[in-house]
């Protein structure tokens, strides 16, 4: 009986400790921890915004005072911008990086970016071919000789080929091969083609002289045939003419060059083709020296095309 005594004795001394009445949050149902935890952090950041927006006790006389400078300095610059819209001036080419000049300011569509601005390409302009000039040192002392003059004129009348073919010396006409008269005369030496329609063509002469005279004969020869023939529109065509250098050239370089004014195929032709931009004239360059000109309309075009193209071909001379 006294063991029992005593252990009830010490049962009643620790409930006496362990009163669990005075702590009523250990029979309370528990909260997941993620409730609690926003619950405090909001409290920390409530707690964190107030210490911060208490300046009042902290000693901050060891710092420079800049604010104050750079509250005046944005004061001033917000002043100056409000004043520059109301007056409506232009930005300068340091706010806005464009570069304006006193034209582009007048026309406003006209502003374009300087070509010297780093990143910005100037404008293409379209390559012209430029012939090369020839200083007067360096004159060939070479004159061309004319070779072909060819000429028009128009006889102004219907003409019947077939009469004249019967009729005329030294005529010849095959309609099947070509609608035309082929005539030639001995002085001077050239031949005359004479359609239906009163046109003619003279070839051959070798001087202006000679093909106006020339074709002044092949109408007089249609008037004594019986047809009123005029002579009108004499014109010149095209002037051929041809000179030698008097040393071989080296084509094949020439032609890598000058590749966007000439072309060389020696297997259709032994020539290279040089297409002269000013005066408009088309030059024959063979590996000999010999050169001919052709396309022109007035005896100085020959010459003035020589000229430039002999400093040329001196620079492509063959080495002997």
Known sequence: MEGVSLLERYLESCSGQDDFSTSPHLFTP?????????????????????????????????????????????????????????????????????????????????????????????????????????????????????????????????????????????????????????????????????????????????????????????ARVVQKLGFPAKFLDFKIQNMVGSCDVRFPIRLESLVLTHQQFSSYEPELFPGLVYRMVKPRIVLLIFVSGKVVLTGAKDRSEIYEAFENIYPILRGFKKPS
């Open 30 to 218: 528990m909260s997941p921890y993620d409730l609690e935890l926003p619950i405090q952090a909001s409290s920390q950041l409530s707690e964190s915004k107030e210490l911060h927006a208490d300046f009042s006790s902290v000693d901050l006389s060891f710092l420079p005072d800049v604010t104050q400078d750079n509250k005046e300095q944005s004061l001033s610059e917000d002043g100056q911008e409000t004043q520059k819209e109301l007056d409506g001036s232009l930005p300068s080419k340091e706010d806005s990086g464009v570069f304006m000049d006193e034209s582009s300011l007048s026309h406003p569509g006209a502003a374009e970016p300087s070509p010297e601005a780093p990143g910005v390409c100037p404008p293409l302009t379209p390559m012209t071919p430029i012939t090369p000039a020839t200083s007067a040192s360096e004159s060939s002392g070479i004159v061309p000789q004319l070779q072909n003059i060819v000429s028009t004129v128009n006889l102004a009348c219907k003409l019947d080929l077939k009469n004249i073919a019967l009729h005329a010396r030294n005529a010849e006409y095959n309609p099947k091969r070509f609608a035309a008269v082929i005539m030639r005369i001995r002085q001077p030496r050239t031949t005359a083609l004479i359609f239906s329609s009163g046109k003619m063509v003279c070839t051959g002469a070798k001087s202006e002289e000679q093909s106006r005279l020339a074709a002044r004969k092949y």
